[in-house]
Nanobody, 127 residues
Framework: QVQLAESGGGLVQAGGSLRLSCAASGRTFSSYAMGWFRQAPGKEREFVAAISWSGGSTRYADSVKGRFTISRDNAKNTVYLQMNSLKPEDTAVYYC????????????????????WGQGTQVTVSS
């Protein structure tokens, strides 16, 4: 299992941007599909975006499509989430997650499908 640590959260006004980073430990990062999830108070953890091990395949939740971009740098063991045009409803704790996978296509998007998790980073969007 990789160890994951998120950073980059904070407070931003509606319409603003943030970039989240997730640093992974270990030499097997390039064999992991990675995902971003979020959880708002009183709500279940929900899928945001995912990327295959090579970066060749990505998937997004409909609610963030066109505004968020997931990317990865395997040389730096890091996955990113660029968030633009932020809305108050994007307010949540954002979690990075990893799933060991040799498939170069994103096929799973449920939290239970990911075995490695970071501690989360708070994103607050004010109106």
């Amino acid at each position: 299992q990789v160890q994951l640590a998120e950073s980059g959260g904070g407070l931003v006004q509606a319409g603003g941007s943030l970039r989240l980073s997730c640093a992974a430990s270990g030499r097997t990062f390039s064999s992991y599909a990675m995902g971003w999830f979020r959880q708002a108070p009183g709500k279940e953890r929900e899928f945001v975006a995912a990327i295959s091990w090579s970066g060749g395949s990505t998937r997004y939740a409909d609610s963030v499509k066109g505004r968020f971009t997931i990317s990865r740098d395997n040389a730096k063991n890091t996955v990113y989430l660029q968030m633009n045009s932020l809305k108050p409803e994007d307010t949540a704790v954002y979690y990075c997650a990893g799933r060991r996978s040799t498939l170069d296509i994103v096929v799973v998007t449920k939290p239970a499908d990911f075995g490695s998790w970071g501690q989360g980073t708070q994103v607050t969007v004010s109106s």
